[in-house]
């Protein structure tokens, strides 16, 4: 007897939308939860409590604009931009709560936290290593570049579908992304391979 | 720099190409279980608007008085709208072959959009 064919985002969507159906809407966050929060815990840099609360917030978002989501991109796509809208709502609150002067001595101790962690790695802690140093790297970045970072890399978009994560033009997601590499590059320089004569 | 060589050889100018792309790649072999959070994100859900039982039944009423509404103020009305549609179609007969090129075209047309849906979806 064959098994019945798995049914599809766009049909638990629909069921959400049309019947109000919250056991079609619990079967979709079962399915992005763990995409959703990976790409929170990559925007706050490792965060994990905070990565989780914006992630809540992101689906009940989501549930409350089901309506309004004209499959135009993936429903995981749609997911990650009210994910980045969270989270960047929630640094610009926090950014503003915080004095401009503190933020800059986090990132500078962050800085130079970095080479003394990476000389100092054994063998066995050189991933989890190489994990701190790219969350320290992520940190320095503005919010933008980072966002362009994780939705081209981690989440593996195209930088059309980055640009319409972000909500901005192509280039300035390639700008971001230029940006950012070349201050993560600056960051990381001690990871970088003898042979590349790379200033970083 | 031994140490420092990745698993993946790297080209010497995208070095950090390859250390976010690794990055990635580990990160989505590893699955972040759920614990609990399906059934936080549930109970954050805004209330379902229930709507009260006494609203079908007093749709349901209104539409009935309207019903009647109408055929009371409108007498004869059905009787003639009928009657000017059989002489319509008894000023003109529709031959058997017509009605089967109509039925044809609307099946075709009912067909393909169907298989258009379908294949979308």
Same mark, same amino acid.
């Given at each position: 007897?064959?098994?019945?064919?798995?049914?599809?985002?766009?049909?638990?969507?629909?069921?959400?939308?049309?019947? +109000?159906?919250?056991?079609?809407?619990?079967?979709?966050?079962?399915?992005?939860?763990?995409?959703?929060?990976?790409?929170?815990?990559?925007?706050?840099?490792?965060?994990?409590?905070?990565?989780?609360?914006?992630?809540?917030?992101?689906?009940?978002?989501?549930?409350?604009?089901?309506?309004?989501?004209?499959?135009?991109?993936?429903?995981?796509?749609?997911?990650?931009?009210?994910?980045?809208?969270?989270?960047?709502?929630?640094?610009?609150?926090?950014?503003?709560?915080?004095?401009?002067?503190?933020?800059?001595?986090?990132?500078?101790?962050?800085? +130079?936290?970095?080479?003394?962690?990476?000389?100092?790695?054994?063998?066995?802690?050189?991933?989890?290593?190489?994990?701190?140093?790219?969350?320290?790297?992520?940190?320095?970045?503005?919010?933008?570049?980072?966002?362009?970072?994780?939705?081209?890399?981690?989440?593996?978009?195209?930088?059309?579908?980055?640009?319409?994560?972000?909500?901005?033009?192509?280039?300035?997601?390639?700008?971001?992304?230029?940006?950012?590499?070349?201050?993560?590059?600056?960051?990381?320089?001690?990871?970088?391979?003898?042979?590349?004569?790379?200033?970083? | 720099?031994?140490?420092?060589?990745?698993?993946?050889?790297?080209?010497?100018?995208?070095?950090?190409?390859?250390?976010?792309?690794?990055?990635?790649?580990?990160?989505?072999?590893?699955?972040?279980?759920?614990?609990?959070?399906?059934?936080?994100?549930?109970?954050?859900?805004?209330?379902?608007?229930?709507?009260?039982?006494?609203?079908?039944?007093?749709?349901?009423?209104?539409?009935?008085?309207?019903?009647?509404?109408?055929? *009371?103020?409108?007498?004869?009305?059905?009787?003639?709208?009928?009657?000017?549609?059989?002489?319509?179609?008894?000023?003109?007969? *529709?031959?058997?072959?017509?009605?089967?090129?109509?039925?044809?075209?609307?099946?075709?047309?009912?067909?393909?959009?169907?298989?258009?849906?379908?294949?979308?979806?």
């Amino acid at each position: 007897m064959a098994t019945p064919p798995p049914v599809t985002d766009a049909q638990l969507i629909a069921r959400c939308v049309v019947g +109000d159906d919250r056991h079609a809407f619990t079967e979709l966050v079962k399915r992005h939860q763990s995409t959703v929060r990976a790409c929170l815990r990559k925007l706050t840099a490792g965060d994990h409590a905070l990565a989780d609360d914006l992630a809540q917030e992101t689906f009940v978002q989501a549930w409350r604009n089901l309506k309004a989501f004209r499959q135009e991109a993936r429903f995981s796509t749609w997911l990650y931009r009210i994910a980045t809208n969270c989270w960047l709502m929630h640094a610009r609150k926090r950014k503003e709560e915080l004095l401009g002067d503190r933020e800059a001595e986090i990132a500078d101790e962050d800085a +130079d936290a970095m080479p003394h962690l990476s000389e100092t790695a054994s063998d066995h802690a050189r991933s989890s290593t190489l994990k701190l140093d790219l969350e320290r790297a992520m940190r320095l970045l503005s919010e933008p570049e980072r966002a362009a970072i994780v939705q081209c890399y981690h989440n593996d978009l195209s930088h059309e579908e980055a640009a319409y994560v972000l909500g901005c033009p192509v280039g300035t997601v390639k700008t971001h992304v230029l940006r950012a590499k070349q201050k993560m590059k600056a960051a990381m320089a001690a990871w970088a391979p003898e042979a590349s004569g790379d200033p970083a | 720099m031994s140490e420092r060589t990745l698993s993946v050889p790297q080209p010497a100018d995208d070095w950090l190409d390859r250390l976010l792309v690794d990055d990635a790649h580990e990160d989505a072999a590893s699955y972040i279980d759920d614990a609990g959070f399906v059934a936080r994100v549930m109970t954050a859900l805004p209330p379902a608007v229930a709507l009260p039982a006494w609203r079908k039944p007093a749709v349901a009423a209104l539409w009935a008085v309207a019903g009647v509404g109408l055929a *009371v103020t409108l007498p004869g009305a059905a009787v003639d709208v009928a009657r000017e549609v059989f002489r319509l179609f008894a000023a003109k007969p *529709v031959a058997l072959s017509e009605i089967a090129a109509v039925l044809g075209v609307l099946g075709l047309g009912t067909w393909t959009t169907a298989i258009v849906a379908w294949r979308r979806t």
